[in-house]
């Protein structure tokens, strides 16, 4: 399949590849480092190179809001946002996903305030981990682009029907220029696709109420379709990167596995920090450390019995949290790769390190640490289980 | 009418039958209930403008509509009706409705 080489940012890589899914209705409110991705967006659409109506609304709630009405009414709709800009949306974010609506999010990771900081954290996308989206993050321009245009096949698959969050570490990923290859729109096109919902407002043949209110008799029944549209996710996005790996040589599976087939410990991670880990893993390598990791892509539905099954054959695990979850023990990805492994057998070490926050630079030393720290839990010393990265106490 | 499970509802929690709010006989939620006295009434139809549902039955094949009855399926006994009714203010003789305490 014909694919062009280009330099892009992620913002712009996702905007085209927002752009070749030919959204029906885009509505979005500007908010550092999403704000790019719209604004290439837009111009693309003051171009007429794609036929999609911007609403340009007053805050992140109304953009979501009205992301939710016209997906309702039965159209293909897209919005980005970052931190703060999610926390005020986060009424409808949950909205979005009981009324099972297909819309595709950019979700350009920030901190979340306070103190108020525009750099790149998961606090944000992990604050709505229980929302009922659909998350898949991506550690370069490459990976944004490709989540981007999967997105709507995955969201969109009649058995799904769930909104998709294609989550890029913000001015890392989204403001750094980066080689990708594209496919070309007509490609593009044919890969996604049209939207044929199954209900739509506009549907004046077959009319629905949306939204209505349910008492302590339905609410929780209503809850239990939504838990299994997430369980069957699983597999269709499975099946959706099969298809576009088929397309475009490039295949994504829940988790990448660098290094990790003769590994006796690890490192679980999610987004760009992913590439400065894997540079350390292959100096370690060289000194005989048997050291691998694994790159979450697939963080919402959490593919536990598939994480659990590549990592209860490790003598010590890692996994770094780019967010923290305040009073809990331990961050979200811990919390979640542990609850997985104690399904299993397995009772390696499973240590958390919280790093990156505000966007802290996480280095080659940040990640030298956490190897040699793993290194030697592996071969039986005692460490603490939770424990901060690059933060001066 | 039995609760249906997870299963067998419509996804989304959406309803696809119009006016399916008909068959919600909330009836069962009064205390107070009218009474109709028909020879009172001068079918003005006050009551159905303010009734907040449909309780208020109206014969409209006539020249004109009259009032002919309580839906008691759908009436919760608010009153709004006995208290918007123009014959209440010429007393209890003349009242077209009444509000009394029901026996259950």
New interface residues.
């Given amino acids: 399949m014909e694919q062009q080489l280009v330099a892009l940012t992620g913002n712009e890589a996702v905007a085209y590849a927002f752009k070749q899914a030919r959204p029906h209705v885009a509505s979005a409110f500007p908010i550092t480092p999403q704000t790019e991705m719209m604004h290439k967006f837009a111009e693309f659409v003051a171009n007429g190179e794609v036929d999609t109506e911007m609403i340009l609304v007053e805050s992140e709630h109304s953009a979501m809001s009205a992301a939710v009405g016209a997906s309702a009414a039965g159209s293909r709709v897209i919005t980005a946002t970052s931190s703060a800009g999610f926390a005020l949306m986060w009424e409808i974010v949950y909205i979005a996903a ?4 297909p819309i595709c999010m950019a979700l350009v990771n920030r901190a979340l305030s306070g103190n108020i900081n525009i750099h790149n954290d998961h606090s944000d996308s992990m604050g709505g981990r229980d929302a009922g989206w659909i998350h898949l993050h991506s550690e370069n321009a490459q990976e944004a682009y490709d989540n981007g245009v999967m997105s709507f096949r995955i969201s969109e698959h009649p058995d799904v ?1 769930l909104p998709t969050m294609v989550c890029y570490d913000g001015f890392i990923i989204s403001h750094t220029a980066d080689s990708l290859y594209m496919l070309d729109d007509a490609d593009a096109a044919t890969f996604v696709g049209e939207r044929t919902p ?2 739509a407002l506009l549907d004046v043949e ?7 209110l ?1 008492l302590t ?2 609410y929780f ?2 809850k ?2 939504q838990m ?2 997430e369980q069957r996710a699983l597999p269709i996005i499975d099946q959706v990167s099969a298809e576009y790996g088929e397309l475009t040589g490039r295949r994504y599976e829940h988790f990448e596995s660098y290094k990790m087939d003769d590994a006796e410990c690890c490192i679980v991670i999610l987004g760009s920090s992913a590439g400065t880990t894997k540079a350390m893993i292959d100096e370690y390598r060289e000194k005989g450390i048997k050291v691998g990791l694994m790159k979450i892509r697939t963080f919402r539905p959490f593919p536990n019995e598939l994480i659990a099954d590549a990592l209860s054959g490790m003598k010590a695990i890692a996994v770094l949290d780019k967010s923290a979850s305040f009073g809990g023990f331990g961050g979200p990805v811990f919390t979640e790769v542990r609850s997985a492994l104690y399904q299993t057998g397995c009772r390696a070490p499973v240590h958390n390190w919280i790093y990156g926050l505000g966007g802290r630079d996480y280095d080659l030393h940040q990640a030298a640490h956490v190897i040699e720290s793993i290194d030697k839990i592996a071969r039986g010393e005692e460490m603490e289980t939770i424990n901060l990265l690059g933060v001066r106490l | 009418m039995s ?4 299963s067998e ?8 039958e ?1 006016g399916n709010a008909a068959e919600y006989k909330t009836g069962d939620w009064r205390t107070y209930i009218p009474r109709f006295v028909e020879e009172n009434c001068t079918h003005c139809l006050y009551c159905w403008i303010y009734c907040p549902d449909t309780a208020i039955e109206v014969d409209n094949s006539g020249d004109k509509p009259r009032m002919t009855g309580i839906n008691f399926d759908h009436c919760k006994g608010c009153g709004i009706c006995a208290t918007e009714c123009p014959t209440v203010k010429k007393g209890p003789d003349k009242a077209a409705l009444h509000m009394d305490l029901e026996e259950k």
Avoid: F
């Avoid at chain 1, 009981?98 to 609506?101: E, N, Q, W």
């Fill in positions: 009981s009324l099972r609506l029907q199954k209900y077959n009319p629905i109420t949306v939204g209505p349910d008799d339905y029944e209503h239990v379709s299994e549209a | 609760l249906k499970k997870a509802l419509a996804e989304a929690g959406i309803i696809t119009p």
